[in-house]
T-cell receptor
Framework: RKEVEQDPGPFNVPEGATVAFNCTYS??????FFWYRQDCRKEPKLLMS???SGNEDGRFTAQLNRASQYISLLIRDSKLSDSATYLC????????????FGTGTKLQVIP | DTGVSQNPRHKITKRGQNVTFRCDPI?????LYWYRQTLGQGPEFLTY????????KSRLLSDRFSAERPKGSFSTLEIQRTEQGDSAMYLC???????????????FGNGTRLTVT
């Protein structure tokens, strides 16, 4: 089983739609979680951290389910500018920080 | 600009040649990471430094790859006897070190795109 797994997509959604991505992780002791956004041929950029109680940033909502070992990202009212690849990121516990990325989910918002 | 800086941005080399990339992290960050990314894949972990100490190295990394961070500041990644399969984007990232919580995100540089012909 991969350490971090994501549906690669692509997800093609119309403007204004709501779309959700899930990401599962294998290490139950993982401590922290993030969603990154990556535009074509650019470096990944932090979108938001994922907190245990769930958190929201404008149109974006992130949730963590430790029992089932998955995190999710919900995007409401999709914009054309949301088109990108969304990477799920997991930090392990303990003294090491081998931060692991999922393969990414590609989102294409269409007019 | 005090972000993570990587040089060069692009490198084209012939198979069999050696290449070296440089990364300058954010100055107050103790942790430095190297990742490799190919088209359609997420960044793949290569190695990680805490200050000058290389704490982890991916099993996927062959002995042709070596990374250093001699003074705990900038880092170099060297690939010896390059192969066409080494063609990828090489990303460097940094994050705060000791004293920070584990919930510290990585900050990436623009990457070095390597093409081996």
């Amino acid at each position: 089983r991969k350490e971090v797994e994501q549906d690669p997509g692509p997800f093609n959604v119309p403007e204004g739609a709501t779309v959700a991505f899930n990401c599962t992780y294998s290490n139950s002791a993982s401590q922290s979680f993030f969603w990154y956004r990556q535009d074509c041929r650019k470096e990944p950029k932090l979108l938001m951290s994922v907190y245990s109680s769930g958190n929201e940033d404008g149109r974006f909502t992130a949730q963590l389910n430790r029992a089932s070992q998955y995190i999710s990202l919900l995007i409401r009212d999709s914009k054309l500018s949301d088109s990108a690849t969304y990477l799920c990121v997991v930090n392990p516990s303990g003294g090491y920080q081998k931060v692991t990325f999922g393969t990414g989910t590609k989102l294409q918002v269409i007019p | 600009d005090t972000g993570v800086s990587q040089n060069p941005r692009h490198k084209i080399t012939k198979r069999g040649q050696n290449v070296t990339f440089r990364c300058d992290p954010i100055s107050e960050h103790n942790r430095l990471y190297w990742y490799r990314q190919t088209l359609g894949q997420g960044p793949e972990f290569l190695t990680y430094f805490q200050n000058e100490a290389q704490l982890e190295k991916s099993r996927l990394l062959s002995d042709r790859f070596s990374a250093e961070r001699p003074k705990g500041s900038f880092s170099t990644l060297e690939i010896q006897r390059t192969e066409q399969g080494d063609s990828a984007m090489y990303l460097c990232a940094s994050s705060p070190g000791a004293g920070s919580s584990y919930n510290s995100p990585l900050h990436f540089g623009n990457g070095t795109r390597l093409t081996v012909t």
